[in-house]
């Protein structure tokens, strides 16, 4: 989890707890007990880079703490967020309220199937999207609602995010993801088959010694216009205990 500072003098409802996110100045309510968003969501909006963007699509928001963050750091793009369960949603509403920021995000309650009912053909600069990582029939189900669809593939699979990700992005635009390694031929294989092509590539390890527990990387339509770029791999905590400078000043700011 990344280090948030809690505000105890803040009144908040029952069963939600009330985050701060010191680097982005953002607050961020959460359920205690539900689904909470990890580490992974901002290690991918500090991969994407966001700053002159005007139009963003997040795919499976959450609490909307992507949504929150790449707004801030593309001061001028409208974000718009969707997810599938409607209590997250509503909260991720919430956050965008709470943060200012009600009037640069749209927060869907729908499942991302649906995207072209609600949003036109190449309308987004970048779309980001933290999916589940796990297939449906794998893996135990968690019982809570909100963390069984976060972690596990329910209406929708890998092809489909990619699907609703190639027609939100606009010829030029960026896709990223954070996905697991135990997936990356899935994913680049069902990405080839729709024309999409892998530009850029980070693994994150949890300590130098440790495996990739997940990969940041960046999709284009089409031909790239470069070579693949293969970044240094992101440590998380040097020792094993405590964050390293680049994952600390990711949190916090330098």
Do not use: W
Request: net charge positive; glycine share 8%; proline share 7%.
């Amino acid at each position: 989890m990344p280090t948030v500072s809690p505000d105890p003098l803040s009144q908040v409802p029952e069963g939600v707890t009330r985050d701060e996110l010191r680097r982005f100045g953002l607050t961020l309510l959460q359920p205690k007990n539900g689904y909470r968003f990890t580490l992974d969501p901002l290690l991918l909006c500090d991969f994407a880079g966001a700053a002159m963007e005007s139009a963003i699509a997040d795919l499976g928001t959450g609490s909307g703490v992507m949504a929150l963050v790449l707004a801030r750091m593309a001061g001028k793009a409208t974000v718009t967020a969707l997810e599938l369960d409607g209590a997250t949603a509503q909260l991720a509403r919430e956050n965008a309220r709470l943060n200012g920021l009600e009037g640069r995000i749209r927060v869907l309650h729908e499942d991302l199937l649906q995207v072209r009912r609600h949003l036109p053909v190449s309308c987004c600069d970048l779309v980001v999207s933290n999916p589940p990582y796990r297939k449906q029939g794998r893996g135990r189900l968690n019982p809570d609602p909100a963390k069984r669809v976060a972690r596990h593939e329910t209406t929708a699979g890998l092809a489909d995010v990619l699907d609703a990700a190639k027609y939100l992005v606009k010829p030029a635009g960026r896709i990223c993801l954070v996905y697991h390694p135990d997936r990356l031929v899935e994913l680049l294989v069902a990405a080839t088959a729709r024309n999409l092509s892998l530009v850029k590539l980070r693994m994150v390890h949890g300590t130098p010694l440790a495996d990739a527990k997940v990969l940041l990387l960046e999709l284009v339509k089409g031909r790239p216009t470069a070579a693949l770029r293969v970044l240094p791999p992101l440590i998380v905590r040097s020792d094993g205990e405590q964050y390293t400078d680049e994952v600390r000043a990711l949190l916090i700011g330098n």
